[in-house]
């Protein structure tokens, strides 16, 4: 069982990591360093699309991503409905289930080996563009890197702060994909195709807040489970 005092040091953990991620972003010119954590996010996007696909028992064709952070799937069949809302809702779980499962340091490098083995696949089927090919494969090999040559310290840390931007660009895209939906109803979004997949019966900006709502409710219970994993009292096991 998780001890108290290992969630304690986890959140402890998260908290640095959101603080160090909050000050680089306070810096004039230092987003320029999460571009790298943009395009990681954008490929967790696009293979959440990916995969409600095929779950769905559709076909993917093609997964492209640009230097911006933009992505596009190129899906054929599938339930439109899950495949549409599996990428903005689809990062979000990923960041969460990741703290989750972070509350264990010990789980660290298995968490990144499991991230490497999903970015392998997604690359190697669906990799469409020399973008993708390229940020899908660097983080591929770091991660193996941090799976499986760093201490479950560094490991730890690293998957902490890679759950924390998960969660830091879904939001902050979703936001993006609210204002779209408001002031740029031409662009194309996920947002837009789920209005047009409906008739219009229901626009995107339903879409975008019903999306950001169950985000958000997702990260509240994330949190609500930390802090009910360090008030869980700690049972010891005692050989007699």
């Not at 703290?99 to 190697?124: D, F, Q, W």
Request: with cysteine.
């Amino acid at each position: 069982m998780t001890s108290q005092s290992e969630i304690k040091n986890s959140l402890r953990l998260l908290l640095i990591s959101s603080a160090a991620a909050i000050a680089i972003w306070l810096i004039p010119y230092a987003e320029i360093l999460f571009v790298p954590f943009k395009l990681f996010v954008t490929i967790i996007h696009e293979a959440g699309h990916a995969i409600a696909t095929l779950l769905t028992f559709g076909d993917v064709s093609r997964i492209g991503i640009d230097w911006i952070g933009n992505g596009v799937t190129e899906t054929r069949g599938g339930m439109r409905f899950f495949i549409s809302s599996a990428g903005y809702l689809g990062t979000t779980i990923y960041g969460a289930a990741l703290l989750l499962l972070l509350r264990r340091a010990r789980y660290a490098r298995a968490a990144a080996l499991g991230t490497a083995t999903i970015l392998l696949l997604i690359t190697g089927f669906f990799g469409g563009n020399f973008t993708m090919w390229l940020v899908g494969l660097s983080f591929v090999c770091g991660l193996l890197y941090v799976g499986l040559k760093c201490s479950i310290g560094a490991a730890h840390f690293l998957m902490s702060f890679l759950a924390v931007q998960a969660l830091l660009n879904a939001l902050q895209d979703l936001r993006v994909l609210l204002y779209l939906s408001i002031f740029e109803p031409a662009v194309r979004t996920d947002a837009q195709n789920m209005a047009a997949a409906t008739n219009g019966f229901l626009p995107a900006i339903i879409w975008a807040t019903l999306w950001g709502l169950i985000s958000l409710a997702i990260l509240a219970f994330t949190l609500f489970e930390y802090y009910r994993s360090m008030r869980r009292p700690h049972v010891s096991l005692v050989a007699v």
